[in-house]
Structures are given as structure tokens and as C-alpha cells.
């Protein structure tokens, strides 16, 4: 069931998110970044500020007896809606969990009349970025820096930037 999830999953989130994409735990899935960051994907003081910031929210997955399962954080700006942080359990990728994800995040966009989605992704991670493009989300040309001098987000090992994504809403 995906649900909007409140400041009582703030912990599990936490603990899902920092599983599928840091540390070996998240060797066992495919949207790793443990070969490009060490340190932290987030903490549990950005999850309560991304929850309880006004037009944004997490979404979860949450399977019986309910444990949560995979995420997704969406934030309305204006006439876009921002998607990122799509976290699928190491353990369960693969079995279509992730897509259920991003129809949910489509249909809010669809619900707040936005008139596309977009993201951020880091540009080696070639696999994730035809995944998404697979889904209809494309490469706008844009790139971003990594906020490396944060270590609130992760260690680069080596110089990253993001490529921004965007799928326009039918």
C-alpha cells in the first residue's frame, strides 16, 4: 500500500534509504552509490524537515504487518514537481516496486497540475538514468554540481555532478 508517510516512520525511513543506496547492505540491489560516496544518503533530521516542509512529502511502500518497503520524496514547485530519494529495499529490487513508485509520484503530479516532473541523478550512474528514461524521463541537457562540501549528503570518492531528468505530464 503507498501511503504519505508521517514523523513516526522518520526512523525506518531512515534506515531504508541509507541501506539501498550506501554501505555494503546496498551492494545486494542495483541503485548502489557505495563505489562513488561513503558516509550518509540522509539523517533522520532531513527526513523530518522533508516531511514537514509545506508542499513537499515522502510517499511509502508499505507492505504487512507494515513494514516500510520503498519511498519516494516529491516536492511541488509551481507548475513542476521535484521527485527524488526513490528508494526500493535492496533485498526486493527488481519486482516492479520501484515503477508503482513513480506512477504514485505521477499521479500527485497529475493531482497538484503540474505540468512535468523532474529529478536529479548522478551522471555515472548510467543504469538509473536508462531505467528513467526507459519510464519516459529524459535528459534536459542540465547539469548540476554535487554538494560536495556537504557531508550531510555522502563522501564523494571522486567528482560528481547531476544530470536533471523531466517527463512532462499528459
Not at 550518509?40 to 514537514?52: H, N, P, S, V
Request: proline share 4%; with cysteine.
Amino acid at each position: 500500500m503507498i501511503s504519505k508517510a508521517t514523523l513516526n516512520d522518520v526512523s525506518e525511513l531512515n534506515a531504508l534509504v541509507n541501506s539501498a543506496y550506501r554501505g555494503d547492505s546496498s551492494r545486494r540491489g542495483w541503485t548502489t552509490e557505495a563505489d562513488l560516496l561513503d558516509g550518509i544518503r540522509i539523517d533522520e533530521d532531513r527526513l523530518t524537515e522533508l516531511i514537514q516542509k509545506p508542499d513537499s512529502m515522502i510517499l511509502k511502500y508499505t507492505e504487512e504487518p507494515n513494514k516500510i518497503i520503498a519511498c519516494v520524496h516529491l516536492e511541488k514547485e509551481i507548475l513542476k514537481l521535484y521527485l527524488g530519494m526513490l528508494t526500493v529495499s535492496p533485498e526486493l529490487q527488481g519486482k516492479g516496486i520501484g515503477k508503482e513508485m513513480l506512477w504514485a509520484a505521477e499521479k500527485e503530479a497529475k493531482k497538484f497540475l503540474c505540468r512535468s516532473i523532474y529529478m536529479t541523478v548522478l551522471t555515472d550512474r548510467t543504469e538509473l538514468i536508462a531505467w528513467y528514461n526507459r519510464h519516459g524521463y529524459l535528459n534536459t541537457g542540465n547539469i548540476e554540481p554535487f554538494p560536495s562540501g556537504d557531508p550531510r549528503f555522502g563522501l564523494p570518492k571522486k567528482y560528481l555532478e547531476f544530470v536533471v531528468l523531466e517527463k512532462k505530464m499528459e
